[in-house]
Nanobody
Framework: QVRFVESGGDLVQPGGSLRLACAAP????????MGWYRQAPGKERELVGT?????????NYVESVKGRFTISRDNAKNTVYLQMNSLKPDDTGVYYC??????????WGQGTQVTVSS
């Protein structure tokens, strides 16, 4: 099955930074509003932020990451990025990307593990 492929997760100290990447299949990616999601241990998967497709780029973030996380995309490379700065232990989890429209989710990929710990 076609899936998104996430990468870039690592162990990082509090206050550190990471840049995650999400490789998208197919050539219609540029039209999708994409979302980054995360799942902390013992918790449900939550939407962290979204970036629109098409000609106009709009960004939205969950309150807990505003000012620290930035989503961007490179349609020529079929890739969406999540730049994470000032990381906190609460940011620990498995990060996934998928379409923002839950009615059109692709099958979930493996995700990429982010661990924030000293």
């Amino acid at each position: 099955q076609v899936r998104f492929v996430e990468s870039g997760g690592d162990l990082v100290q509090p206050g550190g930074s990471l840049r995650l990447a999400c490789a998208a299949p197919g050539n219609t990616f540029r039209f999708y509003t994409m979302g980054w999601y995360r799942q902390a241990p013992g918790k449900e998967r939550e939407l962290v932020g979204t970036i629109t497709g098409g000609a106009i780029t709009l960004l939205n973030y969950v309150e807990s990451v505003k000012g620290r996380f930035t989503i961007s995309r490179d349609n020529a490379k079929n890739t969406v990025y999540l730049q994470m700065n000032s990381l906190k232990p609460d940011d620990t989890g498995v990060y996934y990307c998928n379409r923002a429209d839950r009615n059109n989710w692709y099958p979930w990929g493996q995700g990429t593990q982010v661990t924030v710990s000293s």
